[in-house]
C-alpha cells in the first residue's frame, strides 16, 4: 500500500451486513444488502474492501463467495477474511476474486500451513491477522485464545517473508470509544511488521491520530460509516493531511491588575507579563493565552495596557479573555492587539456571542467551554451555574462558526480523572478544532488528550520556569508519537 489506507469494512452473516459489538454474536445489527451498501458510502473504485465472512470465521468453511465475486466486478479489491484454513479455501476465494486473503486462525495456530498459502498464492495476496483482547490473542473466531503469544506470531510471519499484519483489539471492535492507541505503539518496538488498525474508530480526530503513528499503514472502518459519523472521503482526506495539522502548545498567564498573578520565575520581573510573553515566544509558544482575573470584569485598562506592551515585545498570537460579559469588551481586546478573544459560554449569554462571530469573523473568536464531573456525570456549565448537556453546547457553538473550542475541567489534577471521554464527546459533535487548558504539563494526560482525546493543542496553566525550554521538551514528546508541532510563527506588523 502507498501511505495511509482507509479501508471500508463490511462483515457478513448470512448474505447480510451486519456489526458484532466486541465480536459477540448474540450482539448483531444489521445493515443490509453488502452492494447496496458500498455504493452507499460512494467508495471510489480500486479502493480495497475488507470484507469479513463470519459464519465462516466460526466454522472455518467460505459461505460469502457470490459476494466477492460481484465486489471484484464492480472493480473493487477485496479482503477477504474467515474460514482460510486450507490451501483449497484460499484457492477458492482467490478464484472468485479477491485480493488479499486475511489469515488470522492459521496465522496463529498452523504455521505450516500458512507457509504452504503463502508459497502458493504469494505473500503479496495474504494479510495475517492477529486479534487481541487485554494482550491475548484470539483465534476461532474470537472465540478461543491461541496457544501463542504476539511475538512469537509476529516473528514466525517476518521469518516467511510477509510484510505486513492486521491488529484488531476486539474490547475496542464496533464501540466507536477510540482505538487503542498503546497497542499499536507497543507493536511497532515488538516487530518490523507494517501494521494495519482495527477496532474503535469514533471520530475523524481517530483518523488523524493513527494516521501519525509512523508504524500504521492503514485502518479498517466499519461502524462509523454505517452510522455516518463521518464518510470515507471525509475520512480519507483527514488520513492525507494528518501529518499538516500539527498540535499547538500554549502557554498561559493570568493576570490581576496589570501584574502576574503568581508571578513567574526565571524573569528578572517575575511580575511582568511582557517579559515573560517574550521568554515563552523564545521557547517556542505557538500562542500565549491571556486570562484576566479583575474582581469586577475582563478588558480593564490595567488588561488592555498589558496586551499592548506584550504586542511591542513579542509576535507571537495573543488570545486574551476572562470575564468576557458585553460585546463591547470584544471589540476593546481587538483594538489592543489581541489576534483571538476567548468567550467562556458560561459569562456572556450565546446570542450575543453568535453575534460577535457574525461582527469579528469566527478566526477571532474561541469558545470555552467549563465541563463539570460529578460521580462520572459530564455536564457543561452555563451562565449562573446552570447545568447544561455537553454535547447540545458544543453543537450550538460549531453552528455559530466559532473559530475554536476550548475544554477545561473543574477535576484537572485528579489522578484518576481523564479528559478523553469528553472530548470524544465534543469530537464526535462539531467540525469545529477542540482544544483543552491542564492545570499542568502533566506528560500522560496531555498526551492523551491530543491521540486518545482528539484535541488540537493544549494551553498550560504551569509549565515551570521560563526559559526552561519546558516547551520545547513538551513538543519533542509529541513528536516522538508521530504528532507534529508547530513551528513558531511570527505576525505580520
Known sequence: MNGFTVIPSIDLLDGKVVRL??????EVTQYGDPI????RWQIPMGVPIHVVDLEASRKGTPTEVKTIAKLAQLGYPTQIGGGVRCLEDAKLWIDAGASTLVIGTIAAEDPVMLEAIVRTVGA????????MSQGVVRVSGWETSSSKSAPMIFEHLERIGLTSVLITDISRDGTMDGPNFRLYREIRELTK????????VGTLEDITSLARIPALDGVVIGKALHERTFTWAEAH????TAASLPAKVVPVMEIRD??????YPGTRDPG????LAARWEADGADEILIIERSETTGGTEAGIAVIREITTRASVPIVAGGGISERAQVARLREAGADRVLIAAGEL?????????VEYGSGAIVARIDVRNEGGEISAMGQNGDELDLSVLATRLDAMGVGEILMAFDKDGDRSFSPVPALRTVGAAVRTGVSILMNSASREPMLDAIEAGGARGVAIRDLGEAGSNRLLAIKDELQQRGIPTRHKRRRAR
Do not use: H, Q, Y
Not at 447496496?36 to 455504493?39: A, D, G, N, Q, Y
Not at 495474504?126 to 486479534?131: Q, S
Not at 496589570?258 to 508571578?263: F, Q, T
Not at 446570542?351 to 462571530?357: G, I, K, Q
Open 21 to 26: 459489538l466486541r465480536g459477540d454474536f448474540d
Open 36 to 39: 447496496s451498501t458500498v455504493e
Open 124 to 131: 503479496e495476496k495474504v494479510l495475517p491477522a492477529v486479534d
Open 193 to 200: 511488521l507494517r501494521v494495519i488498525a482495527s477496532g474503535g
Open 237 to 240: 482526506a483527514r488520513a492525507m
Open 258 to 263: 496589570g501584574r502576574l498573578m503568581n508571578g
Open 272 to 275: 511582568s507579563p511582557s517579559e
Open 349 to 357: 449569554d450565546l446570542d450575543s456571542l453568535a453575534a460577535a462571530v
